[in-house]
């Protein structure tokens, strides 16, 4: 029996940014070391998603508690992992993933797995006294993500009262996270004064962005945004860039083929709404877009990349759901250029940096990304840069659980020293050609 061997697995209820339960899951090793992952929850879900296992009992916490995946893991998955060495991440991943037994980790929960598996990585880096991100991706960890950060949230995120879900930033010139990071603050206040001057009220949607409350149209927020980046003092798609994540699975109906803007009702044909995402493009200082045609819609979003791929970044997430299969898919349809890397999508750490190294083999972006129902772990941060994925998405600059992301970038970058690579706005020339 070494120091690395598992010799206890506690897992507990505890909550999100959201004010709903989760799963947070701790791992003893022989040697002393303690690794915790609390896992995250998604508001705007794909329908190819792992399963986040929940009760559904109405009585208790409108059915989100998660007895069920805490049973699990004290049933099976923590006898079978009990033993085990922690540095045998991909063994112990696979072992629960076999435990399983079915395609969307729905018998176990994801969130049961992917809580031991983010607390035996856990474990392991600190019985080592590695940071995680040295601990998952060797000598080689070095790129201090771009951050991608929320100034307007909107759709899932705010209560559907405007029909696009994020309004983002990107710093493209930046020497550095650090400055990077300031300047997208710098964005952040200005907007407020930017809102508080159209007599918008500054109330706070779920990732931390302003509550676009009264908004006319969809487009009032790339305006507000367009002219809160000026009140700072940059130049609109020079210093700083506008991304947006569209999330229009949300949106979408099937039957017909059509999107639809409830806030301003208005329906949309495949082709027209791909002619309207161009003119934002053509008009707005746009770098990125996320999600510009449904999950369901393989041709729009072919379209979309044959009309955008060249000049700007076209991220899929729910089109992807961090799965292989439908990257690989998305690649054959040449169907965007960029990958949203969500943990909780996957359900394990092996499964996420697979997607991520096939992604990155392949031609495409990724961008890790955090969920809109949040906690204080910074895992992703590390996942980031232990594969030098290059970009980073978390939600705006306020609140904590945001914050506590953001923040652990900025120490690692310090941490790497000399040795840290920061690619800045460098890092988009590799899938558009301006």
Same mark, same amino acid.
């Given at each position: %029996?070494?120091?690395?061997?598992?010799?206890?697995?506690?897992?507990?209820?505890?909550?999100?940014?959201?004010?709903?339960?989760?799963? +947070?899951?701790?791992?003893?090793?022989?040697?002393?070391?303690?690794?915790?992952?609390?896992?995250?929850?998604?508001?705007?879900?794909?329908?190819? !998603?792992?399963?986040?296992?929940?009760?559904?009992?109405?009585?208790?916490?409108?059915?989100?508690?998660?007895? $069920?995946?805490?049973?699990?893991?004290?049933?099976? @998955?923590?006898?079978?992992?009990?033993?085990?060495?922690?540095?045998?991440?991909?063994?112990?991943?696979?072992?629960?993933?076999?435990?399983?037994?079915?395609?969307?980790?729905?018998?176990?929960?994801?969130?049961?797995?992917?809580?031991?598996?983010?607390?035996?990585?856990?474990?392991?880096?600190?019985?080592?006294?590695?940071?995680?991100?040295?601990?998952?991706?060797?000598?080689?960890?070095?790129?201090?993500?771009?951050?991608?950060?929320?100034?307007?949230?909107?759709?899932?995120?705010?209560?559907?009262?405007?029909?696009?879900?994020?309004?983002?930033?990107?710093?493209?010139?930046?020497?550095?996270?650090?400055?990077?990071?300031?300047?997208?603050?710098?964005?952040?206040?200005?907007? $407020?004064?930017?809102?508080?001057?159209?007599?918008?009220?500054?109330?706070?949607?779920?990732?931390?962005?302003?509550?676009?409350?009264?908004?006319?149209?969809?487009?009032?927020?790339?305006?507000?945004?367009?002219?809160?980046?000026?009140?700072?003092?940059?130049?609109?798609?020079?210093?700083?860039?506008?991304? @947006?994540?569209?999330?229009?699975?949300?949106?979408?109906?099937?039957?017909?083929?059509?999107?639809?803007? +409830?806030?301003?009702?208005?329906?949309?044909?495949?082709?027209?709404?791909?002619?309207?995402?161009? *003119?934002?493009?053509?008009?707005?200082?746009?770098? *990125?877009?996320?999600?510009?045609?449904? +999950?369901?819609?393989?041709?729009?979003?072919?379209?979309?990349? $044959?009309?955008?791929?060249?000049?700007?970044?076209?991220?899929?997430?729910?089109?992807?759901?961090?799965?292989?299969?439908?990257?690989?898919?998305?690649?054959?349809?040449?169907?965007?250029?960029?990958?949203?890397?969500? %943990?909780?999508?996957?359900?394990?750490?092996?499964?996420?940096?697979?997607?991520?190294?096939?992604?990155?083999?392949?031609?495409?972006?990724?961008?890790?990304?955090?969920?809109?129902?949040?906690? !204080?772990?910074?895992?992703?941060?590390? @996942?980031?840069?232990?594969?030098?994925?290059?970009?980073?998405?978390?939600?705006?600059?306020?609140?904590?659980?945001?914050?506590?992301?953001?923040?652990?970038?900025?120490? %690692?970058?310090?941490?790497?020293?000399?040795?840290?690579?920061?690619?800045?706005?460098?890092?988009?020339?590799?899938?558009?050609?301006?």
């Amino acid at each position: %029996m070494s120091i690395f061997t598992i010799q206890k697995v506690i897992a507990r209820q505890v909550f999100d940014s959201r004010a709903n339960p989760t799963v +947070e899951v701790d791992i003893v090793l022989e040697g002393g070391a303690i690794g915790r992952g609390t896992v995250p929850s998604g508001a705007s879900k794909g329908l190819y !998603e792992a399963l986040e296992l929940r009760d559904g009992d109405t009585s208790n916490l409108g059915g989100k508690s998660v007895h $069920k995946a805490i049973q699990n893991i004290q049933t099976i @998955l923590a006898p079978a992992l009990i033993g085990k060495d922690a540095t045998k991440q991909s063994e112990i991943d696979e072992l629960m993933v076999s435990l399983d037994g079915t395609e969307n980790k729905s018998r176990l929960g994801a969130n049961a797995i992917l809580g031991c598996s983010m607390a035996v990585a856990r474990a392991a880096a600190q019985q080592m006294g590695l940071p995680l991100f040295r601990y998952l991706g060797g000598a080689n960890a070095k790129i201090i993500p771009v951050p991608m950060v929320q100034i307007i949230g909107g759709g899932a995120h705010a209560a559907n009262s405007i029909d696009v879900q994020d309004f983002l930033v990107i710093p493209m010139q930046a020497a550095s996270f650090e400055d990077g990071f300031a300047q997208v603050v710098n964005v952040y206040n200005a907007t $407020k004064r930017v809102f508080e001057r159209h007599g918008k009220p500054l109330a706070i949607a779920d990732e931390g962005g302003f509550w676009p409350t009264a908004f006319k149209t969809n487009e009032e927020g790339l305006q507000l945004l367009t002219e809160g980046i000026l009140e700072a003092g940059y130049t609109p798609g020079k210093e700083i860039c506008i991304a @947006l994540d569209i999330a229009s699975s949300e949106f979408y109906d099937k039957e017909r083929g059509t999107y639809r803007f +409830e806030l301003e009702d208005r329906e949309f044909t495949r082709e027209a709404f791909v002619d309207l995402i161009c *003119s934002w493009v053509e008009n707005y200082s746009i770098i *990125s877009i996320e999600d510009g045609c449904s +999950e369901l819609d393989w041709e729009g979003s072919a379209l979309l990349t $044959k009309r955008l791929g060249t000049k700007i970044q076209l991220i899929g997430d729910d089109l992807f759901t961090t799965r292989i299969d439908r990257i690989a898919k998305g690649i054959e349809l040449h169907a965007c250029n960029s990958v949203l890397i969500k %943990m909780n999508q996957i359900g394990t750490i092996t499964e996420t940096l697979d997607a991520i190294e096939f992604t990155k083999n392949h031609g495409y972006l990724p961008v890790v990304s955090a969920r809109s129902g949040e906690t !204080e772990d910074d895992t992703i941060v590390h @996942l980031a840069i232990a594969s030098n994925a290059g970009q980073l998405k978390v939600g705006s600059v306020a609140r904590t659980e945001r914050l506590v992301k953001w923040n652990e970038c900025i120490r %690692m970058e310090q941490q790497l020293g000399d040795g840290a690579v920061y690619p800045s706005g460098a890092l988009f020339s590799r899938v558009i050609h301006q």
